[in-house]
């Protein structure tokens, strides 16, 4: 079994910076794909993705993170880091670690939570 533990949330003023971790762990871990997805508040918010990296390193990024968000693994480690900057209120919400292995199995993190604001 794959789990995944994210750590980094916070609090942060608009403009500030904040580092994500997540940490996959699990005898049979493999992946094809890690990514960060986001929920913000409110009802009927649906989870979008933010950031994805892929085995052999391309990664893909949500329009409005462009430029801002960057997205790193570490292989040896079996992590994945997201390097967000220039926060905005609009980055507001519970961020989750995704998982994809190569065979389409997906495991989701518990999430945490970012608070952008003043």
């Not at 980094?8 to 699990?26: D, E, K, T």
């Not at 409005?64 to 609009?90: C, E, P, W, Y």
């Not at 919400?93 to 190569?102: D, G, L, S």
């Amino acid at each position: 079994q794959v789990q995944l533990v994210e750590s980094g949330g916070g609090l942060v003023q608009p403009g500030g910076s904040l580092r994500l971790s997540c940490a996959a762990s699990g005898s049979q871990f493999r992946s094809a794909a890690m990514a960060w997805y986001r929920q913000g508040p409110g009802n009927g918010k649906e989870r979008e993705l933010v950031a994805i990296i892929r085995y052999g390193g391309s990664t893909d990024y949500a329009d409005s993170v462009k430029g801002r968000f960057t997205i790193s693994g570490d292989n040896g480690k079996n992590m994945v880091h997201l390097q967000m900057n220039n926060l905005k209120s609009a980055d507001t919400a519970v961020y989750y670690c995704y998982c994809r292995n190569p065979y389409g199995v997906e495991y989701w993190g518990k999430g945490t939570l970012v608070t952008v604001s003043s």
